[in-house]
């Protein structure tokens, strides 16, 4: 298997806000799979917030709600650094979300081609993944690390997707306080 490791500076841009430096590597392998890790390194910063009012097309829905289609990416002013993600429509519907990097040290999930080729993803630079969180009913909040949002920055292209690695995931990760 030939592995190809692109420049750090590449990835510097995936993910803009919040006080910790993403790291992002992609590597590209000889086999149909696109590895997409993140690690973070803390610093001590003021959050920042995505730009507001990013808009996001899901040709498929998310899964379970497969006739929500279109959805504004807000940041939630108050509580960086999560974001509504706000779908609209026949149904009104919102899901609060955060970027991984936020939640856990490391982040590993394997992404296929077919997705790469829907989302038109050709640079890792133009890739952002956020991940739906859960309000549990003890007041604990979980993240689902099995189906990460993954969408196109450039094109609003977006897909949540279930990586071919979904199985070493967890759905119900839970976030420290």
């Known amino acids: 298997m030939r592995h190809v490791s692109l420049p750090l500076k ?18 590209c392998c ?17 959050p920042e917030t995505p730009d507001s009012g990013v808009t996001l097309m899901f040709p498929d829905g998310l899964l379970g709600f497969e006739t929500l289609r279109k959805a504004a990416l807000e940041p939630v002013s108050d509580a960086p650094p999560f974001s509504w993600l706000k779908f609209s429509g026949e149904v009104d519907q919102s899901f609060l979300v955060v970027a991984p990097v936020f939640v856990t040290a490391s982040y590993r999930f394997e992404l ?6 829907t989302l038109n993803l050709t640079r890792a630079s133009d890739a952002g993944v956020v991940n739906i969180v859960t309000l549990r009913r003890d007041g604990s909040l979980t993240v689902n690390l099995k189906g990460p949002i993954v969408f196109n920055k450039l094109t609003g292209e977006a897909r949540q997707v279930v990586p071919i690695n979904a199985a070493e995931l967890p759905v119900n990760f839970p976030v420290a306080n």
């Open 10 to 27: 590449e990835f510097s841009n995936i993910l803009r806000w919040g006080p910790i430096d993403p790291r992002w590597h992609i590597l």
């Open 30 to 46: 000889g086999s149909p799979v696109l590895v997409i890790e993140s690690q973070q390194q803390v610093r001590v910063t003021t």
């Open 112 to 117: 296929g081609t077919t997705d790469c080729r």
